[in-house]
């Protein structure tokens, strides 16, 4: 379920926890086009048959392709009203505890850990932890920093 608040409330949502998003597929086919945008095409990633015979057992997603669904959850997690515009002005601290093998699906959850005012608007940090179905440890974790101007 997705949070909403507006930009003059945004403080009030620090300590809030958000999510889940819908579940999301991984599949192989939104693994080889990330490999073709990045021109990473290491064989965890693309070569289902090597990748049978290595560490995973099968291909798994590139983590900076988890990480760059973040940006796709986001916005299912927390809609900030009000702003006549949002952008995303980084990310804090990330990790990767845990490969997404293809056909996993993953999801996010998350929690607004800090609001401040910047110039001209409201700087927001969101620790965004994007889990894999039935399994324990996360995909990916991070900190994004978002800005919102009125």
């Not at 889940?20 to 991984?26: G, H, V």
């Not at 599949?27 to 070569?47: G, K, L, M, P, Y």
């Not at 927001?124 to 974790?141: D, G, L, S, W």
């Amino acid at each position: 379920m997705t949070l909403r608040v507006h930009l003059a409330d945004l403080e009030g949502a620090a300590g809030q926890p958000l999510g889940p998003t819908d579940w999301l597929r991984m599949e192989q086919s939104r693994i080889d086009q990330f490999a073709d945008a990045t021109d990473d095409h290491q064989w965890i990633h693309v070569d289902a048959q090597r990748a049978k015979e290595g560490p995973f057992g099968a291909t798994i997603a590139h983590g900076y392709l988890t990480l760059a669904l973040v940006n796709k959850f986001l916005p299912d997690l927390i809609a900030v009203q009000g702003a006549s515009m949002g952008v995303n002005y980084g990310c804090g601290k990330v990790r990767f505890p845990a490969p997404v093998p293809t056909g996993a699906r993953i999801r996010a959850l998350g929690e607004v850990v800090e609001v401040a005012e910047v110039k001209g608007g409201k700087q927001m940090i969101v620790r965004v932890t994007v889990e894999i179905e039935e399994q324990q440890r996360p995909a990916c974790v991070v900190d994004t920093i978002s800005r919102f101007y009125g």
